[in-house]
């Protein structure tokens, strides 16, 4: 899944404010990127999926993500905000970053599953977290995610 993050899928300096416009703002790019082909679809997996529980993580970071039928192929969309984002999390702090995680509905979830595992590992390394918030740019935020995904 490494090649489904590409430097077109980070955004940095997003100024959502809240979880809901953090969701909006990733079905709707997902949309404009050709990873979806329904905002609303889209919108509601994610929404569904942070009912069952928060995708806030530790350290500034979420992993939100959505299985949709809506779903073309499976990719990952990078947000780094402008402010800190509050978002239910397990150290009860905002957030600073969202790496979204876009599955379609057919996928068995084993993918799925790897790459939620290798991101949620890749965060509990400072090396990995400092690489994504101080990348200059998306290219370096992409390098980052990668060599993640790849340990």
Request: aromatic share 6%.
């Amino acid at each position: 899944m490494s090649e489904t993050v590409t430097a077109s899928h980070v955004f940095l300096g997003n100024t959502a404010t809240s979880v809901d416009e953090v969701l909006l703002f990733l079905s709707e790019k997902a949309v404009e990127l050709g990873i979806t082909d329904d905002v609303e679809s889209t919108l509601e997996a994610f929404k569904n999926r942070e009912a069952e529980g928060t995708t806030g993580m530790m350290g500034g970071f979420a992993i939100p993500h959505c299985k949709s039928a809506s779903v073309s192929d499976p990719c990952i969309v990078v947000l780094r905000f402008s402010e800190p984002v509050e978002w239910q999390t397990m150290d009860k702090a905002p957030i600073d970053c969202a790496i979204a995680l876009f599955i379609p509905d057919g996928e068995l979830g084993t993918e799925h599953l790897r790459i939620l595992s290798k991101l949620a590992a890749s965060l509990m390394h400072e090396d990995f977290c400092r690489a994504i918030k101080g990348a200059a740019d998306a290219d370096a935020v992409v390098a980052a995610i990668n060599e993640g995904l790849e340990n």
